[in-house]
């Protein structure tokens, strides 16, 4: 099996945003909200969730390599939302909102994919 390559510093990708839009700090801010209601046997978010949602909440610049740690992210809890504390605003649904909700999957997944029609365009991939 071929190693991924690294990503490259935001600086390679010109033209593309790194900073969460509006709508993606939104939803980490309702997280933090939320949780912070919650019981402590109640609160969702692991670490580094929460280092996430406090980075989406305050529009910080990430790393090409948050972005597909992002869309990692999304792909392994999109099963979360058929769990029965979803509507209840449980564990699962405080770290997806936590990591950018809805709105942060669809940024994410499509600047990775902008990402790599830009490593293409210059010859490189992460798959080669």
Not at 55 to 70: A, F, G, K, N, W
Not at 73 to 91: I, L, N, P
Request: net charge positive.
């Amino acid at each position: 099996m071929l190693q991924a390559m690294a990503r490259r510093p935001r600086s390679f990708y010109a033209g593309l945003s790194f900073r969460p839009p509006a709508l993606v700090a939104d939803a980490a801010r309702r997280a933090l909200e939320r949780r912070a209601q919650q019981p402590p046997s109640r609160r969702g978010m692991t670490p580094v969730g929460l280092a996430r949602a406090r980075q989406l909440l305050h529009r910080q610049e990430l790393s090409p390599q948050t972005i597909d740690r992002m869309v990692s992210f999304f792909a392994r809890h999109e099963v979360d939302k058929q769990g029965s504390s979803w509507e209840a605003y449980g564990k699962g649904r405080q770290a997806w909102d936590g990591w950018g909700g809805d709105p942060g999957q669809r940024w994410a997944t499509g600047l990775a994919r902008r990402m790599d029609a830009a490593e293409r365009r210059a010859g490189t991939s992460r798959s080669s």
